[in-house]
T-cell receptor, first 117, second 111 residues
């Protein structure tokens, strides 16, 4: 149980284009999902908190107009990197918080490797 | 400022050689300390949650403990398949359910 998937697992795009990454909770409903970014040899940095049916909350320094987040259902959140640049190349990981859980464990997806050329 | 510091940064063990990883934290209003395992190119895999000082949890060769200032992840008689990066994260009172991660300890267990 508690499986989270991401699609695509890797993507290469040209500078200036937009890329959409999907995060799905496969066997549970998630009212809250999180998006993290991880650079090589670095830890996970929280980008934003996504709540179903409401606007995402972005961490300081994360451009909300560049990283568009949509949490349209209890099992799906999407992250769109708009007008991507090489410095956006990173490993993007989502996590989901089971809505019915009395604990607070987040379950992570396998990540999406984005390379902007 | 809330901080999570993990040590050592990297650790190399022989198979069967037990050791401990450290996670020290300076946060206000701790609402849970989490341990995750991350394999290269993959997302973190949940291991343990600890909520209060004195709490301990075990899973196979791993045992996590918590004090008011730090947490230890003890690895007993490790095997090569235990090789991974181990991440510590804290949930603090004003962060909702978001996690603040340390930089991790990269563990290599050789046969």
């Amino acid at each position: 149980g508690a499986v989270v998937s991401q699609h695509p697992s890797w993507v290469i795009c040209k500078s200036g284009t937009s890329v959409k990454i999907e995060c799905r909770s496969l066997d549970f409903q998630a009212t809250t999902m999180f998006w993290y970014r991880q650079f090589p040899k670095q830890s996970l940095m929280l980008m934003a908190t996504s709540n179903e049916g409401s606007k995402a909350t972005y961490e300081q320094g994360v451009e909300k107009d560049k990283f568009l987040i949509n949490h349209a259902s209890l099992t799906l959140s999407t992250l769109t990197v708009t007008s991507a640049h090489p410095e956006d190349s990173s490993f993007y990981i989502c996590s989901a918080l089971p809505g019915s859980s009395f604990s607070s464990e987040q379950y992570f997806g396998p990540g999406t490797r984005l390379t902007v050329t | 400022e809330d901080q999570v510091t993990q040590s050592p940064e990297a650790l190399r063990l022989q198979e069967g050689e037990s050791s401990s990883l450290n996670c020290s934290y300076t946060v206000s209003g701790l609402r849970g300390l989490f341990w995750y395992r991350q394999d290269p190119g993959k997302g973190p895999e949940f291991l343990f949650t600890l909520y209060s000082a004195g709490e301990e949890k075990e899973k196979e060769r791993l045992k996590a403990t918590l004090t008011k200032k730090e947490s230890f992840l003890h690895i007993t008689a490790p095997k090569p398949e235990d090789s991974a990066t181990y991440l510590c994260a804290v949930r603090i009172s004003n962060s909702g359910y978001a996690l603040n991660f340390g930089k991790g300890t990269s563990l290599l267990v050789t046969p």
